[in-house]
T-cell receptor
Framework: DVKVTQSSRYLVKRTGEKVFLECVQD?????MFWYRQDPGLGLRLIYF???????EKGDIPEGYSVSREKKERFSLILESASTNQTSMYLC??????????????FGPGTRLTVL | GENVEQHPSTLSVQEGDSAVIKCTYS??????FPWYKQELGKGPQLIID?????GEKKDQRIAVTLNKTAKHFSLHITETQPEDSAVYFC?????????????FGKGTHLIIQP
């Protein structure tokens, strides 16, 4: 089974802190994604990556950056955390196929609270 | 970009009855429509998907229909059971040949009443 793990289930940080959220997948997937989930807003794509060192902006990249130095690891970085970044963060991965689209596998999420 | 509308936001049905969740999308170039189920404390998990060259797909008690002309698709769950209680998300994807993120609806909280 594909497993996507996230470094923390719960995280509490202070305004202005630099925050790192780590995601690791064990199935050699090319694609990795970061979403945030907020009540009434569903899941919104922050960034995605289709290869090592490659990254693409999603719908809401402002205030975030990402890093993909190894194929299995995709990090989300909040350079200076703000209270409006309090949210549930979900990481996902998928296998890229040029002909068909493939299932995205999600991690359990990290609930980040910024005080 | 793509915009996905999902209704209703909350749906309560009696155990054994059917549940229907509806979604509309804006980009006629979207060609892949998955449905995800999210149980409490877990990440979303794919339950069924449909591609634009198919009008209907069924998997046991779950079915999805797609109307490309009207740009809407629906999830149908028959003979609902307590374990169907969860938040369901529809999504749409337009791929330009690389990897693109899904555009999700806002979710439907399905409650199965015993």
């Amino acid at each position: 089974d594909v497993k996507v793990t996230q470094s923390s289930r719960y995280l509490v940080k202070r305004t202005g802190e630099k925050v790192f959220l780590e995601c690791v997948q064990d199935m050699d997937h090319e694609n990795m994604f970061w979403y945030r989930q907020d009540p009434g807003l569903g899941l919104r794509l922050i960034y995605f990556s289709y290869d090592v060192k490659m990254k693409e902006k999603g719908d809401i990249p402002e205030g975030y950056s990402v890093s993909r130095e190894k194929k299995e690891r995709f990090s989300l970085i909040l350079e200076s955390a703000s209270t409006n970044q309090t949210s549930m963060y979900l990481c996902a991965s998928s296998l890229w196929d040029s002909i068909s689209y493939n299932e995205q596998f999600f991690g359990p999420g990290t609930r980040l609270t910024v005080l | 970009g793509e915009n996905v509308e999902q209704h209703p936001s909350t749906l309560s049905v009696q155990e054994g009855d059917s549940a229907v969740i509806k979604c509309t999308y804006s980009d006629s170039a979207s060609n892949y429509f998955p449905w995800y189920k999210q149980e409490l404390g877990k990440g979303p998990q794919l339950i069924i998907d449909i591609r634009s060259n198919v009008g209907e797909k069924k998997d046991q008690r779950i079915a999805v229909t797609l109307n490309k002309t009207a740009k809407h698709f629906s999830l149908h769950i028959t003979e609902t059971q307590p374990e169907d209680s969860a938040v369901y998300f529809c999504a749409a994807l337009y791929s330009g040949g690389g990897a693109d993120g899904l555009t999700f609806g806002k979710g439907t909280h399905l409650i199965i009443q015993p």
